[in-house]
């Protein structure tokens, strides 16, 4: 069962332009989502993160937005450049006290951004 | 600032051997954790620690082994390799500014034949 779903396995997008990943999510209880972002051979990096209270954040060229009646949000990229071609994982954190609460990943969307 | 670091990069084992990999931070982060990538699941969650001497199990714990003597250190065991555990694995240690963020490794790529 599948609580955080990145439907496209793969996104193409020129150069200059937005790129938009979508990310669904199936429980509620998930209390803040993050975009982490991946270059071959290397380790996931944060990106972006979004309380689950908010319905958009922004950070430079990169915007989360939240709709929690859909449970969707979305990773707007705005230019796209070529250095951002990479993995993005969506994730989501339920939050257990304690310190314990885990994060939940997608399968990972690869945006790869023509010339 | 070496952040989290993952020792050794590659490894092909066989099957039945068993091996240890490492992992050591320098943030002074009580909670670490190991994932497992593999194509098509994304990142899923192995064991996790929130401090010295405790450890728990996440998604995916059969066939491995965890400690955690102190706060740097959090060594990954499989003691008895089976190809199923072919995978790219990620330690991870999380910070205190942002809610779930997580710092990881560059990854070490297990081979088991």
């Known amino acids: 069962d599948q609580q955080v779903k990145q439907n496209s396995p793969s996104l193409s997008v020129q150069e200059g332009r937005i790129s938009i990943l979508n990310c669904d999510y199936t429980?509620?209880?998930?209390?803040?989502f993050l975009w982490y972002k991946k270059y071959p051979a290397e380790g996931p990096t944060f990106l972006i993160s979004?309380?689950?209270?908010?319905d958009k954040n922004e950070d430079g060229r990169f915007t989360v937005f939240l709709n929690k009646s859909a449970k969707h949000l979305s990773l707007h990229i705005v230019p796209s450049q070529p250095g951002d071609s990479a993995v993005y994982f969506c994730?989501?954190?339920?939050?257990?006290?304690?310190?314990?609460?885990?994060?939940?990943f997608g399968k990972g969307t690869h945006l790869i951004i023509q010339p | 600032n070496a952040g989290v670091t993952q020792t050794p990069k590659f490894q092909v084992l066989k099957t039945g051997q068993s091996m240890t990999l490492q992992c050591a931070q320098d943030m002074n982060h009580e909670y670490m954790s190991w994932y497992r990538q593999d194509p098509g699941m994304g990142l899923r969650l192995i064991h996790y620690?929130?401090?010295?001497?405790?450890?728990d199990q996440g998604e995916v714990p059969n066939g491995y082994n965890v400690s955690r003597s102190t706060t740097e250190d959090f060594p990954l065991r499989l003691l008895s390799a089976a190809p199923s555990q072919t995978s790219v694995y990620f330690c991870a240690s999380r910070g205190d500014l942002v809610p779930g963020e997580l710092f990881f490794g560059e990854g070490s790529r297990l081979t088991v034949l």
């Open positions: 429980n509620s209880m998930f209390d803040y």
């Open positions: 620690s929130v401090g010295a001497g405790i450890t």
């Open positions: 979004i309380s689950s209270i908010k």
């Open positions: 994730a989501a954190r339920t939050y257990s006290g304690g310190g314990a609460d885990g994060l939940t």
